[in-house]
Nanobody, 122 residues
Framework: QVQLVESGGGLVQAGGSLRLSCLAS??????MGWFRQAPGKEREFVAA????????LYADSAKGRFTISRDNAKNMVYLQMNSLKPEDTGVYYC?????????????????WGQGTQVTVSS
């Protein structure tokens, strides 16, 4: 069983930065992902990373502003978010999946954290 705990959300002004963290216990997954869900909208993919070699995948909205990384020794995955915009507001979820390839589809991830709120004010 994989348990995921997110932290690092908060309120920030547009143009600011936040770093989200995800602690993965009982790690048996191969790929970690970050998703987000804004009020009234569907959950959407943000970024993913493989534990082994660290290859990454980003949503177009995240490219150039967000960076996903991992610390294998600490079982931690991070999402560094820079140049934040009001449209980045939402609940951010960490997800884990026993995947061969990086995926942007939520149904491919079997384990989910409770989420952390990110609010970007204009």
């Amino acid at each position: 069983q994989v348990q995921l705990v997110e932290s690092g959300g908060g309120l920030v002004q547009a143009g600011g930065s936040l770093r989200l963290s995800c602690l993965a216990s009982g790690r048996t997954s191969y790929v970690m992902g970050w998703f987000r869900q804004a009020p009234g909208k569907e959950r959407e993919f943000v970024a993913a990373i493989r534990w082994s070699e660290g290859s990454t995948l980003y949503a177009d909205s995240a490219k150039g502003r967000f960076t996903i990384s991992r610390d294998n020794a600490k079982n931690m995955v991070y999402l560094q978010m820079n140049s934040l915009k009001p449209e980045d507001t939402g609940v951010y979820y960490c997800a884990a999946g026993r995947l061969v390839f990086l995926s942007r589809y939520s149904e491919n991830y079997a384990y989910w954290g409770q989420g952390t709120q990110v609010t970007v004010s204009s």
